[in-house]
């Protein structure tokens, strides 16, 4: 069983929430004011415990035993359930919902630097809870009051799991083709017929029933995303009493499996085909959630929720991997230094290999800045939601809309190459089943595909979310790092050229982006959304790294130095990436826009 301090850095995070975000000052605010820093501290403790002694152990052993048909019903490891019988037995899961449904009101930011625990103690298995809780505040937020007692309340306590159904077999990521239907019944109910796939937890036997959100559409005439609405369609039929039904006509068609990520089970459902007829009524029933319409906005609600907790799970991957190829490469002895003298001389650690120290660093500027970021936007969550002024919470708004793609992404794409640097860390023994970090690899290797793959998050990040509301979400970001740089630069000359590159990186940055969107044509526009996207999140990263390099102030310990060098790595070594990045963009290069399918 890996050691605690083999998953995260409880001094990073206590650096990142108390020295820098500063989450104590919430507090002062009225929904937070039963909390304290002691709170906070003890929730943390909790989870890091929890993570520890019922998540970690099974992590490489729900890996091995992936879930599998038995029978048509899913078998599933049988460590998975136990530990999340443990975390809802904290109220974790509802842990930041109104008190009026059960929860305790507790900050996102600390919610989320909770989960960095359980992500990088056995991500798979957290999986069920992260889609339970992002499945529940959707219905929070556009629910009706009945379907809040009937269906939220007993996923907050564990009993109930939650899912988001959105693919389709013919369609993947362009819900615009969604084929689903609903069709209204005489009781105001719907009948739901479809498939959906690439559905994580889907089917299964963790609590008593599983809550399916569905997009579907309510007319044969409608077509695109503006004619999907929203349906809760649960496994088991629940009864006005709460008490679980006849079985839904949702059927389990099959599993997917994975590469990685193996213990959330994925799978393909069935809706409405006949196997299981409720009240002999052909259709799964079906509850629509708000008005017809308007389910792609509300499933936005739980989508940008995952996404920012895919960025964290992300983060807490690539931190856990870099934890443990730094402990292999501080024990295991090879080789001997370049200026040794003599061949009989004792070999060194392998950390005392210059190239091995350049790994070492790049995975941890990956990993303490990606989760720097996500801890950010987590914070500007709680700042869109109770910040006293309304001037600030919709400054928070703008600033989380622009950088949501670039904290689901930038996390998703860099840790997992921090994660392949640590198997090479590890050398030919990284690449065995025998240490953990081939598993985080394959686990990671999800991240930039669900939620929204890598090129969605670019082609959003450009195509709207630079553009929107006349581009304010991306003049605060400019004036956010802007107000980094001046404080930067009255500091340290290591800080102050820290600030004085990236502030030449953003006004690149800015004028690459106006010329883009001047340009008529949306294909060459968007062509290379990818790279801008590489770009902006360097960029962004190179802030976050300037952030903490201010709220380090003069402090000198091992603790601050390690932090400097990591700043200083990403300045050296990755900051100067993004200026070909940004000339490719410029020269509006059409080279795969003009490329013909055949030549390929």
Request: hydrophobic fraction near 40%; aromatic fraction near 6%; include cysteine.
């Amino acid at each position: 069983m890996p050691a605690s301090t083999d998953l995260l850095s409880r001094a990073d995070l206590d650096f990142l929430l108390h020295d820098w975000l500063r989450v104590g000052d919430l507090t002062e605010r009225p929904r937070f004011a039963e909390h304290s820093r002691s709170t906070f501290d003890e929730i943390l403790d909790l989870c890091a415990d929890l993570a520890q002694d019922r998540f970690a152990p099974h992590n490489r052993h729900s890996d091995a035993d992936e879930p599998r048909l038995v029978q048509g019903r899913v078998r599933l490891h049988p460590e998975i359930r136990p530990a999340l019988d443990a975390l809802a037995e904290t109220g974790f899961l509802g842990v930041t919902a109104d008190h009026r449904v059960g929860g305790l009101a507790l900050p996102r930011v600390v919610h989320l630097a909770c989960a960095a625990w359980f992500a990088a103690a056995n991500v798979s298995t957290y999986g069920y809870a992260m889609l339970t809780v992002a499945n529940a505040h959707l219905l929070c937020a556009h629910g009706s009051p009945e379907q809040i007692a009937r269906f939220v309340t007993p996923m907050f306590e564990g009993r109930f799991h939650g899912t988001m159904c959105l693919s389709e077999p013919q369609a993947g990521s362009s819900l615009a083709d969604t084929m689903t239907r609903a069709h209204p019944a005489d009781d105001g109910t719907y009948r739901i017929t479809g498939t959906k796939m690439w559905i994580s937890g889907g089917d299964h036997e963790l609590g008593e029933n599983i809550v399916h959100l569905v997009l579907a559409r309510t007319g044969a005439g409608e077509s695109g995303v503006r004619g999907l609405s929203l349906f809760i369609v649960p496994k088991f039929l629940v009864g006005d009493d709460g008490s679980i039904g006849e079985r839904n006509d949702v059927s389990l068609v099959g599993l997917n499996h994975k590469m990685g990520f193996r213990g959330t089970v994925n799978t393909v459902l069935s809706f409405g085909d006949g196997t299981h007829r409720p009240g002999g009524s052909a259709g799964a029933v079906g509850y629509l959630v708000g008005a017809p319409g308007e389910g792609l906005a509300q499933m936005f609600h739980m989508m940008n929720a995952v996404r920012l907790e895919v960025g964290v799970c992300a983060a807490a991957l690539g931190y856990t991997a870099y934890l443990k190829s730094l402990a292999y490469a501080r024990t295991r002895p090879q080789g001997r230094r370049p200026d040794a003298k003599a061949a009989h001389l004792p070999q060194v650690p392998l950390v005392e290999h210059a190239d091995i120290r350049r790994m070492l660093l790049a995975q941890k500027s990956y990993a303490e800045g990606a989760l720097g970021l996500t801890l950010y936007c987590a914070r500007l969550l709680d700042d869109r939601e109770t910040a006293p002024e309304h001037a600030e919470r919709d400054r928070a708004a703008l600033l989380l809309d622009i950088l949501t793609p670039i904290a689901k992404s930038w996390p998703a794409q860099w840790c997992l190459h921090g994660t392949s640097l640590a198997i090479q860390v590890h050398g030919g023994y990284g690449y065995t089943r025998d240490y953990d970090v081939e598993q985080h690899y394959r686990d990671s290797r999800l991240n930039p595909i669900h939620e929204g793959t890598h090129g969605i998050q670019a082609i959003d990040l450009l195509g709207r979310k630079t553009s929107i509301h006349d581009g304010a979400g991306l003049q605060v970001l400019d004036e956010e790092i802007r107000r980094a740089v001046a404080a930067g630069s009255r500091l340290g000359p290591e800080t102050s050229a820290h600030a004085a590159d990236l502030d030449l990186a953003r006004a690149r940055l800015l004028e690459v982006t106006k010329l883009l969107h001047a340009h008529p044509e949306p294909v060459t526009r968007l062509g290379n959304a990818s790279i801008y996207l590489e770009a902006a999140g360097h960029i962004v990263l190179a802030w976050i790294w300037l952030e903490q390099l201010i709220a380090l102030g003069d402090r000198d310990d091992a603790f601050a130095r390690g932090k400097r060098a990591a700043a200083r790595y990403f300045r050296s070594y990755e900051l100067p990436g993004v200026a070909p990045r940004l000339d490719l963009l410029a020269s509006l290069d059409r080279t795969t826009v003009d490329l013909d399918p055949s030549w390929l």
